[in-house]
């Protein structure tokens, strides 16, 4: 994958507004007060994209904010509108299953927040057994020496074999930001919030036999050793402290410290999650806006900032309002430098020192590269019956680009229009893909290849007329509508149990796609295919399933084509689960595979 104009939001911003404690946020951590300043609830929009290490979409993941809750669709997009989260503190959360739990936490804008989240898979690294020493290690020298004590969730000493899943993120990782959970906020032992500079991060995942979750049993010890970069080999202390990522909080933890012994790091842990070596700052705040010499704004443009002894330059992307934003080290002179997508320097100066604790707006940045390199494109998107589209986005990319994080995203406003204001390496005649969505219907302008045959292009009505073959979408509660589309394999066949003997029909439905979601609806004897009924067995989507014993849902086939035509059908209803009641609505719209 390649590496420029990686689309994220580094910086954890922080503004000054109400303080909150962090047991405020989250009342199941056991951090001490923070003294970070989350702000009072705000409604924000967000939009983003989760992508495995391969650089592909990750689709039918659930993502979190707060209480509203999203499916990432094919092509590992979601998005959130108006969603309570703090002024100064969103905290986004990704699950899916047969991958590590990821997230993302920042300070939203007054526009449209992009987040970028790459997920890791869930791999065994090496089996061990339960009441004996064993280490675990990885060809780069991370190591994990365990004692041999270990303990299910509900706190049972666990006997047995043990899967081990090892990840080691170094900071020369050049997706550490999409890669590493949360952001570079933590509370110290003093209950003081820091930014971070990490050495090296480790995560941990233990499985037992049967599939259960495992951890170090209590009273006892893992070692770990996570090795050192090179490029920080010289500016890395002797003793540095360890930092634990809580999950439910979204914050890093101050938890003892690790010892440099070579060119590694070596502490001792009494749990696993996330580890990190890491430095700590006093934090300011500092924000910025991107323009070019036509006072123009400047979405999705690279801004780094680093210490002078930093190795590594952590970075933001300026949202659709051109501002970027983030928590800095405080008392310091730092390296500002502004890249355009060619990830050429367009821009760089010192800035600061900023006073602890202070947000500090600083002049808005011009950046003037050639003229040639700068192009304005616009358009108006449109539905089939030339209606504007209000609730849509457009993305641009040169071709060959396939790597989702540097697609350009802007949204269209309330009568469809949408501009991009960027820098492209070709500067004769390049050539672009567009493509256009519309939320409301659906519907797609499928991806539009054109030449840029001046700086100015104005591709006019853009038509989202495409229809989605094949969908799925459903909705829990007051949460925002799932839509899951792409390719289905919908079965309607016998089905045949024993003890005792029944004949029975089952509409199985799977997405091709192995994100999900799947639905097996099962009728007992049912005389004709169109037809209500109340399901008899499960209907499982992505996320959980409702099966007989907490679900009261009811079935309705509009439509029931021959082999190669569509099944229509929703679902209504009610189910329970350990978090109370909820109601579920369906609709589908998938071709008949059997």
Known sequence: MRKFYLLLLLFVLMFSCKNETLSEIDDNTTNPPSSYNFGNTAQKNFQGVVLDTNGLPVSGATVTIGTSMATT???GSFTFKNVSVKENFAHIKVTKSGYVNASRVLVPTNGINRVNIMMIPATMTSTITSGSTSTVSLPNGTK????GSFKDANGNAYSGSVSVGVFHLAPSNQYLNELMPGSFLATNSNGNARVMETFGMLHVQLTGSAGQN????????AEITIPV??????????TIPLW???EDTGMWKEEGSATKIGNAYVGTVSHFSWWNCDAQFEQATMKVTVKNSAGQILPNIKVALKRSSQAYEPYGMTDNTGMVSGI??????????VYDVCNNVIYANNVGPFPAGVTTTITDITVNPPASTSYMIKGILKTCSNANVSDGYVVLRP?????????????????GNFTFNTYLCTTVNPQLIYEGFDNTTLQTTNEVTFTATSNNVDLGNIMACNSVNEFISYKIDNQPVVNVLGTFNAQWGGLTTTSPVISAKQLRINSMNPAGPSFYMNQINVLGVVASFTTGHMVEFSGGSITSNNGNLVVDITAFGALGDYIDFTINGTFTDNSGNHTFTATGHVKRDM
């Open 399 to 415: 071709p060959g680009i396939t790597n989702y994080f540097q697609y350009l995203s802007v949204p269209v406003d309330s009568n």
């Open 328 to 337: 800095v080290p405080a008392g310091e002179v730092l390296s500002l430098k």
């Open 73 to 75: 669709n094919l092509k």
């Open 214 to 221: 495992l951890q170090i049993a209590n009273g006892h010890n």
């Open 244 to 246: 634990s990522y809580n």
């Open 144 to 147: 994990v020496k365990f004692d």
């Open 229 to 238: 970069d090179a490029a920080q080999t010289s500016s890395s202390p002797a």
